[in-house]
Nanobody, 124 residues
Framework: QVQLVESGGGLVQDGGSLRLSCAAS????????MGWFRQAPGKERELVST????????YYADSVKGRFTISRDNAKNTMYLRLNSLKPEDTAVYYC?????????????????WGQGTQVTVSS
């Protein structure tokens, strides 16, 4: 059974930091692109960042550029998202996703595998 499991979410103050992890099991995703998405209360899910299979091509949404850093460790079958300078508007459930292609995509529908999400809450 293929699973993506997020961890590392929590409650943090404005300006704080967190590191999210996405651990894959059931198969290797070392040759696959992955990404982070988030969904805030009352809003649609949106793309945060994507990374290709090797980590050589990375995309960030404008809202997180310069504050968040995506990375992956293929040997551990794990992807990470470092969240710095957090703002209250970053409060959301953060989801990791993987797709069969080795290249990243900004389209949510092109990701076949999803985790259950981890809550990030930023207090002001």
């Amino acid at each position: 059974q293929v699973q993506l499991v997020e961890s590392g979410g929590g409650l943090v103050q404005d300006g704080g930091s967190l590191r999210l992890s996405c651990a894959a099991s059931g198969r290797t995703f070392s040759g696959n692109a992955m990404g982070w998405f988030r969904q805030a209360p009352g809003k649609e899910r949106e793309l945060v960042s994507t990374i290709n299979w090797s980590g050589s091509r990375i995309y960030y949404a404008d809202s997180v550029k310069g504050r968040f850093t995506i990375s992956r460790d293929n040997a551990k079958n794990t992807m990470y998202l470092r969240l710095n300078s957090l703002k209250p508007e970053d409060t959301a459930v953060y989801y990791c996703a993987a797709r069969e292609s080795s290249n990243g995509s900004t389209f949510e529908g092109e990701y076949e595998y999803w985790g259950q999400g981890t809550q990030v809450t930023v207090s002001s």
